[in-house]
């Protein structure tokens, strides 16, 4: 098993920045790409961003791209998103995920973090 825990949301103004964090424990050998989600009130969860635990590689959902940046550091075996120039729609619980390089799906999840941004 791999434990997720996302800190970091809170609440914001049209414009500003935040960065989230998540911290990976457990079985973190078994993770091959760590992504983010988000959700918003009324919405099915959708993809943000991911990258891949070995060698970065990154992809980013339309959008989100040219503002958010995710990162890993896989010393401290934590995948982080820096949210920049963010707008109201990008309002939404924020959730982490890992995916099991054994299954190719995204079995692990954080509890979420709420990510609030005012107009």
């Known amino acids: 098993q791999v434990q997720l825990v996302e800190s970091g949301g809170g609440l914001v103004q049209a414009g500003d920045s935040l960065t989230l964090s998540c911290a990976a424990s457990?079985?973190?050998?078994?993770?091959?790409?760590m992504g983010w989600f988000r959700q918003a009130p009324g919405s099915e969860r959708e993809f943000v961003a991911r990258?891949?635990?070995?060698?970065?590689?990154?992809y980013y959902a339309d959008a989100v791209k040219g503002r958010f940046t995710i990162s890993r550091d896989t010393a401290k075996n934590t995948v982080y998103l820096q949210m920049n120039s963010l707008k109201p729609e990008d309002t939404a619980v924020y959730y982490c995920?890992?995916?099991?390089?054994?299954?190719?799906?995204?079995?692990?999840w954080g509890q979420g973090t709420q990510v609030t941004v005012s107009s």
């Open positions: 990258i891949t635990w070995s060698d970065g590689r990154t």
């Open positions: 457990g079985r973190t050998f078994s993770i091959y790409t």
């Open positions: 995920s890992a995916m099991n390089v054994a299954t190719g799906r995204y079995d692990y």
